[in-house]
């Protein structure tokens, strides 16, 4: 159960998740607030099914499971009546600045006693201490549909990915622009709306792609000889570093507990959240030695199998099963 079906890196993995679940023969639905938008379609097979419970007669029939995948839909998802609830969480949205006026009414969803999925160890331990709640590991999948580069070296002048919304202040994004300040590469920006007066005033993108679908994204991230992942805390997983391990793109991340467990620690170069001289440093360091560039590339992907789709979808299954149980015991507020 999505809230709205919005571009972004949230939505994508939900809907890896339930074409990893529909490919292993179960039926899937998954309902939003909303038209099914076109860029979904890799996603929905045929055990896949969209709905959009924004029409008047919409009705979610009876399910083994019903998970919510947002704050607003915990609510949402028990109001149906449509089977038993769990909760995903991919990220503490009381974290983020633009939802602070919504802190209680956040806190106050997650209250409510429906097993958790996590797509990181360290949320299940925040929900274990600060709501009391189980859960279980569902990470994301990798994905392989884009095959990664043929590279020894990085170019003379490397084409550098940042992505993420500038104004999303999770995103860091203006550390990442004032690390490129020192660096002779080319940016591509990723982000799911157009650059900004304020952004431009601080670095113009030499490429910019505004609410691309996933595909095009990957495809442009395939062709970066490095990425800077510079969320700060409050970043729940953060796909895009993922991909780029996947597609032996080196990157240079935020020293996040997500990162530190998608990376397996080594995956990618670890540095303080908000220093663009860290940034800029390790950046530089991986830039100007095609050894340290090849090493590291290596070692992304390789931290990226731990995410492959086939063991991804194991884990899954056994969540969800877990999960189905304990919800038909819970009993809501």
């Known amino acids: 159960l999505l809230d709205r079906p919005e571009l972004g890196g949230g939505t994508k993995v ?110 299940g331990e925040r929900l274990r201490a600060e709501f009391g709640r189980e859960f279980r590991l569902s990470p994301a999948p990798a994905d392989l549909s884009v095959r990664r580069a043929l590279r020894w070296r990085p170019r003379r ?24 300040a020192g660096l002779d590469g080319r940016l591509l920006r990723i982000s799911a709306l157009p650059c900004s007066a304020a952004e431009r005033e601080l670095r113009r993108a030499d490429r910019f792609l505004a609410a691309v679908a996933p595909d095009a994204a990957l495809r442009a991230l395939a062709g970066c000889d490095l990425l800077l992942f510079t969320s ?59 050894p340290a560039w090849r090493a590291q590339r290596r070692r992304g992907i390789a931290a990226a199998q731990r995410f492959a789709p086939a063991r991804v979808a194991g884990e899954l299954e056994q969540a969800l099963a877990w999960a189905a149980g304990a919800a038909s015991e819970a009993v809501p507020e």
């Not at 793109?249 to 467990?261: D, K």
């Open 232 to 290: 700060l805390p409050g970043e729940g997983f953060g796909l895009p570093l993922l991909e780029a391990m996947q597609l032996g793109v080196p990157a240079v991340a935020s020293r996040l507990p997500g990162v530190e467990f998608m990376s397996g620690g080594d995956g990618a170069l670890l540095v303080e959240p908000g220093d663009a001289g860290a940034f800029r440093r390790a950046a530089t360091s991986l830039l100007g030695s095609p």
């Open 157 to 180: 002048r490397p084409w550098i990915a940042l992505c993420g919304i500038f104004e999303a202040e999770v995103k860091g994004i203006r550390t990442g622009l004032a690390a490129l």
């Open 14 to 123: 939900v809907l890896q998740q339930a074409r990893l679940l529909g490919d292993r023969g179960h039926e899937v639905t998954v309902a939003a607030q909303g038209p099914r938008p076109a860029w979904i379609e890799p996603w929905l097979g045929p055990s896949t099914h969209y709905l959009d419970l924004a029409q008047g007669d919409a009705v979610l029939p009876a399910q083994d499971l019903v998970v919510a995948t947002f704050w607003t839909t915990i609510a949402r998802a028990a109001a149906l009546r449509a089977g038993p609830v769990a909760h995903f969480c991919q990220g503490f949205e009381e974290d983020l600045a633009h939802l602070a006026p919504d802190r209680e009414a956040i806190r106050d969803a997650y209250r409510r006693p429906h097993p958790a999925l996590v797509v990181a160890p360290h949320l």
